[in-house]
């Protein structure tokens, strides 16, 4: 599920998104990218035991974590 942030002056726009029961590293990235590639971008959201994770693997022992994900443009993200 996401949800938009518009842009302030201070950075660049994100979208928050809860992570749900069978999601992937690639299946997150190509819904808020459209694209599998960016799939970095968001594994470097999870906490640093995750930090191995492969861009396949379920992500079923965060369901409910809220990550703010990046326009691609700016490759900054942070757990909210």
Do not use: H, K
């Given at each position: 599920?996401?949800?938009?942030?518009?842009?302030?002056?201070?950075?660049?726009?994100?979208?928050?998104?809860?992570?749900?029961?069978?999601?992937?590293?690639?299946?997150?990235?190509?819904?808020?990218?459209?694209?599998?590639?960016?799939?970095?971008l968001?594994?470097g959201?999870?906490?640093?035991?995750?930090?191995?994770?492969?861009?396949?693997?379920?992500?079923?022992?965060?369901?409910?974590?809220?990550?703010?994900?990046?326009?691609?443009?700016?490759?900054?993200?942070?757990?909210?």
């Amino acid at each position: 599920v996401f949800s938009s942030s518009p842009p302030d002056s201070a950075g660049p726009s994100s979208s928050s998104y809860v992570i749900r029961q069978g999601d992937t590293l690639f299946g997150i990235a190509q819904r808020a990218y459209g694209d599998e590639s960016g799939w970095t971008l968001i594994a470097g959201l999870l906490p640093p035991a995750y930090a191995d994770i492969a861009p396949t693997q379920m992500l079923n022992n965060l369901v409910g974590t809220v990550i703010s994900i990046p326009s691609l443009d700016f490759g900054t993200a942070a757990l909210v």
